[in-house]
């Protein structure tokens, strides 16, 4: 029958480590996969042994050490959480930080709660479902490298006011004590890695000469003129010196303009903004004083569902993450998927085309039908209905592809009591996403058992390429996330919700989708990833690995991957799977592509019968784990 994460933790607990160490740091160096067949059970333990002390898993091993160092000192999760997004700021600037914002999924242990904080950003109140559309061209959106690098595409930040709320209600340090780390490697300056040297290239940093941001972010990662290099030092004292300011006065440095006339972060970022590359006359950034003031974090219910007997929860709207992935669960439950006897199995033709053909199913409706609904009323709880669902199964068959006009949103209103239910038939949303592949995700658990997952991120790596003059903060790209047109039609021939369509103080659509799995009301895994659209295949992949393939943490994490994001596009997969399975999926008519890495993803595993922490990070990145015994 199918392996569960029961037996993965079981046969995790028989791998004790062989000393006494406190703690041990994986640094995993490897940058992309190299797996060859993936990799079972059987065939031995890729990460490190657990600990009960707690742990830290992140992209950047030195993030990790930050994490454990507040653990070690007596934090709980949060309190790790809050160092380690900060730290991540100085180290990882290209993916995340106070210019961005996220989700942070917390488990408190001792009352059994998941929410999540989240600091998505928001539209400017000046914004609107046209604020993309060319004006020299109606009904064209400005080109994409324009529209994310431009002012426009900032959304107000939510990064430092989501920890800062966090910390709060449910963390014991202080906001200042949070961001001692991050202000040290920012002003001592920490060794560059291989993965920032390929990075610092990327032609955000490299165009605009004369606009005082992009050459703020020039001077900051092409120091005298020459692109960083692996192993130079990077200090940077503005972004310290944004940092220490945020420790000093708290989070109104950065929310309220004049708070500080010293460090005037808050109107620095309006002024940052107002930067375009665009030609647009009304194309330069729409943001004020009083956005930045009235930004509310959100304190949300995770989108819960099961599977095979395990409680998922994840990423409610804002995002589409928890909803598609656990559509896709929901969509794939009914197939053996680890059952090679039957002709499915890991990497087996039948259970990738499942997997893709769920994907596609998923997508339309993601298309159509997921955004913010704080600003939408959207059928969130039909779209993952058992009687919904059971409507979507039959289109699936292993042995074929569905044709495109198949592979369409299907109507989940019936099935919600909350949705209007019209004689609507519906529009064809666009097929193809165009978000970003950057962000950073990673976990955190401590020793009384409360977990934190977080996925962090300026949208665009480097986000819009606009850093805050004097202050060393990149502003991020996230409106892009938007529809970047209008979507939305009334007309009930042709109806859609415009779900994802931009809107003053609207937070854009996003696919980041921390996510927990749960027995017995413990949590027994979570994790999330990067990578856009495919964030939601690629935390499905894991799950499935540890549900139905019976892998461990990190077999999880390192088995090759499959992704498709929209209905009609074509699914991407890592190099490692069965070439002939992959053969098969062509003959079925599937155009499969390689284009790369899919995702990074911190995980953790915790044994429910002797809560033994295990965690994992990801060789497609530089990734980290801290175990503390
Ligand atoms: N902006 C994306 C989202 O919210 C994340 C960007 C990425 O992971 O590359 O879904």
């Not at 004049?258 to 665009?278: E, S």
């Not at 595993?605 to 994992?616: L, S, W």
Request: proline letters at 8%; one cysteine or more; a neutral charge.
């Amino acid at each position: 029958m199918f392996s569960s994460l029961r037996s993965i933790v079981a046969h995790l607990a028989r791998r004790r480590p062989a000393g006494l160490f406190m703690v041990a740091a994986l640094l995993l160096a490897t940058p992309l996969l190299a797996l060859g067949k993936p990799a079972t059970a059987e065939q031995g333990q890729l990460g490190i042994p657990g600990g009960h002390g707690g742990l830290a898993a992140t992209s950047e091993p030195l993030a990790a050490k930050v994490g454990a160092r507040i653990l070690r000192g007596g934090g709980n999760a949060v309190d790790a959480a809050a160092a380690v997004a900060f730290a991540l700021n100085v180290i990882e600037p290209q993916s995340s930080g106070m210019g961005g914002g996220g989700f942070m999924m917390i488990h408190l242990a001792k009352s059994q709660e998941t929410f999540v904080v989240d600091s998505r950003e928001t539209a400017p109140a000046a914004s609107g479902p046209r604020m993309f559309e060319d004006p020299a061209k109606p009904g064209e959106a400005i080109a994409w490298p324009l529209r994310s690098t431009s002012g426009f595409a900032v959304g107000v930040p939510g990064m430092v006011k989501g920890i800062a709320t966090a910390l709060d209600r449910w963390g014991t340090i202080s906001l200042a004590v949070a961001l001692a780390p991050a202000i040290h490697l920012a002003e001592s300056g920490f060794l560059v890695t291989p993965r920032l040297e390929g990075s610092v290239t990327s032609k955000r940093l490299t165009s605009d000469p004369g606009v005082p941001a992009y050459e703020a972010a020039r001077t900051v990662f092409h120091p005298g003129g020459k692109p960083l290099a692996e192993n130079d030092l990077l200090v940077q004292p503005g972004l310290a010196r944004t940092l220490r300011a945020i420790a000093k006065k708290g989070p109104a440095v950065v929310y309220t303009c004049g708070f500080d006339p010293a460090n005037d972060i808050a109107q620095a970022i309006v002024d940052t903004q107002r930067a375009t590359r665009a030609t647009n006359p009304s194309g330069t950034g729409r943001m004020t004083c009083d956005d930045l003031t009235s930004y509310e974090v959100a304190i949300r219910q995770p989108v819960e569902s099961t599977y095979r007997g395990y409680k998922m929860v994840s990423m409610p709207p804002p995002s589409s993450g928890g909803l598609t992935v656990i559509q896709i669960l929901k969509l794939v439950e009914p197939f053996p998927m680890g059952d090679a006897d039957r002709g499915f199995g890991f990497g087996s033709p039948k259970t990738l085309n499942v997997m893709i053909e769920a994907m596609r199913l998923a997508f339309a409706d993601r298309a159509l039908w997921m955004g913010d609904t704080d600003f939408v009323a959207l059928p969130v709880k039909g779209l993952i209905d058992d009687r919904y669902i059971a409507t979507r199964q039959p289109l699936i068959d292993p042995t074929a592809r569905m044709s495109n006009d198949v592979a369409v949103a299907g109507d989940p209103r019936p099935f919600d009591m909350a949705a209007l239910v019209g004689e609507t038939k519906l529009a064809r949303a666009s097929l193809l996403d165009a978000e970003g592949r950057n962000t950073t995700h990673f976990t955190v658990a401590d020793g009384d058992g409360n977990v934190v997952t977080y996925t962090n991120t300026i949208e665009s790596a480097w986000g819009t390429g606009l850093m805050v003059p004097g202050f060393g903060f990149l502003l991020n790209n996230e409106l892009t996330d938007f529809n970047r047109l209008p979507a939305a039609n009334p007309d009930p021939d042709d109806y859609n919700p415009g779900a994802n369509d931009a809107a003053p103080g609207k937070r854009p659509r996003s696919s980041m989708a921390p996510t927990m799995i749960f027995k017995d009301g413990k949590p027994l895994a979570a994790f999330g990833s990067p990578g856009g659209s495919s964030i939601i295949n690629s935390v499905l992949n894991v799950t499935l690995n540890l549900i139905d393939h019976g892998m461990t943490v990190q077999e999880a994490v390192d088995a090759p991957r499959l992704s498709q994001t929209s209905a009609a596009g074509t699914p991407a997969r890592e190099i490692g799977f069965d070439p002939g399975a992959i053969q098969a999926l062509r003959d079925l008519g599937h155009k499969v592509r390689v284009p790369g890495a899919i995702g990074s993803v911190q995980a953790i595993v915790i044994d429910p019968h002797d809560k033994r922490q295990y965690g994992a990070a990801d060789r497609r990145r530089t990734g980290g784990v801290v175990t503390l015994r």
